[in-house]
Every structure is written in structure tokens, then in C-alpha cells.
């Protein structure tokens, strides 16, 4: 029986090397490079961002007296870039000489890998920088004493049988543990907000040139 119309109009789409629907294909197949390339762009500014983020709150904390703030939230915040950048050369792996659907699926397959490998990395990140700014101000110094044991010291006088734990108040080791179980738990929906605020109109791209091609095959 002979193909329709339709039949091999699809075929020439999908096939990289067909000749019936070649100027479809190819627009397709630019459209597919347009967007993974922009995601690309994107991703590498953010992370050129984030580590001259870094560097530069490094340097502010150590002259307004919060170095070790500083340096936990540098060297988390490098260790995040470094994974990421990994990912990414993963990305440049995929063939662009695929056809149209193979190329976007491919990235969807990365860009699902790349979410989730974030997602189990926001609920260590999240507590981690919260946990930099209790030290960091904890161990600031005030007046040649750190501020954490001045602060102790003036609840200490204002309220005498406060218990301690490692000579830190417990209501305050239970404030600081409950706010590291809330951001670890919520940290994968904080990072998917994030993700969704930045990517959200390239994500969106995406599946719309995937429902384009997944139609053509059914």
C-alpha cells in the first residue's frame, strides 16, 4: 500500500537524512539547537554569577568581621559550581546530529538528571547557609569577646537557670535545630522554585517542541 501524505510527510521529518520534508526538518532541528543553546548561555552566566557572588561576599565578611560566615558559604557555594559544571560538560555531549526528537530528549533526560542532582544537593545546601550565618555572627567579635558568648552571657544574667548545652542555650539549640529540619525539607521545592523562576519560558520551550514532535510520531 502507499504511504499517505501525511505518513511521509512525518517520516521526512523524523528521519535526519530524509529529502521529502527537508526544510521542516532543519526548522525543527534549529528551533531544538535555539533553545538548548539559550539554556546553555543561561546556565553558564549563572554560574559565573554565583562564584563572583561568592568571592565577593567572601571579601565583605572578612572586613566587617564574619570571615568564617564567609569562607563556609564560599566553599559551599564553589563545591555546588563545581558539580554543576560536571553536568554541564555532560551536556556537551549530546549529538547535535541527531534527528529533532532524539536531540530534545536527550536534553530532557539531562535537564531531569541535572534537577534532580540539585534537588538532594538544596537539602544539605539550604541548612548549610543558614548554619554559616549562626557562626559566623556567633563568632564575630565584640569587643574582644565573641558575640555568642556576650549574648549568652547577658541571658545568663537576666535569667540564671537557663539550661545549656555546650554552653549554649537549649531553647536556642532547639530554634536553630527546627529552622535546619524545615529548610532540609523543604529545600528541594525551594530549589525547584528557583529553577522555575530562572529556566521557567525555556522549560516551557521544551515541551512545546516536544509535544510538536511526539505528536508527529503517534
Not at 535555539?34 to 539554556?39: A, P, Y
Not at 568581621?65 to 551536556?91: C, D, E, H, S
Not at 539531562?110 to 556567633?138: C, D, E, H
Request: no cysteine; charged share 20%.
Amino acid at each position: 500500500m502507499e504511504k499517505s501524505i501525511e505518513n511521509i510527510w512525518k517520516e521526512g521529518f523524523l528521519k535526519s537524512d530524509a529529502l521529502v520534508a527537508p526544510k521542516i526538518n532543519s526548522l525543527y532541528t534549529r528551533k531544538s539547537i535555539h533553545v538548548i543553546d539559550k539554556f546553555k548561555r543561561m546556565f553558564r552566566i549563572n554560574l559565573i554569577a554565583i562564584v563572583a557572588f561568592s568571592f565577593i561576599f567572601l571579601i565583605i565578611s572578612y572586613f566587617v568581621g564574619i570571615p568564617l560566615m564567609g569562607a563556609i558559604f564560599f566553599v559551599t557555594l564553589m563545591v555546588l559550581v563545581v558539580i554543576n559544571k560536571r553536568l554541564l560538560n555532560g551536556l556537551e555531549k549530546i549529538d547535535k546530529g541527531v534527528n529533532s526528537y532524539e536531540y530534545l530528549k536527550a536534553f530532557n533526560n539531562w535537564i531531569k538528571k541535572q534537577v534532580a542532582v540539585n534537588k538532594r544537593i538544596s537539602t544539605f545546601l539550604y541548612p548549610v547557609i543558614f548554619m554559616s550565618l549562626i557562626i559566623g555572627f556567633w563568632f564575630k567579635d565584640a569587643e574582644g569577646i565573641p558575640l555568642g558568648e556576650r549574648l549568652v552571657g547577658k541571658i545568663l544574667l537576666t535569667f540564671p537557670d537557663t539550661p545549656l548545652i555546650l554552653g549554649i542555650p537549649l531553647a536556642g539549640v532547639v530554634i536553630v535545630v527546627l529552622i535546619l529540619g524545615i529548610l532540609a525539607y523543604f529545600g528541594s521545592r525551594i530549589y525547584q522554585w528557583d529553577v522555575n523562576l530562572i529556566y521557567g519560558r525555556v522549560f516551557k520551550k521544551l515541551d512545546e517542541l516536544l509535544a510538536d514532535l511526539e505528536s508527529l510520531r503517534s
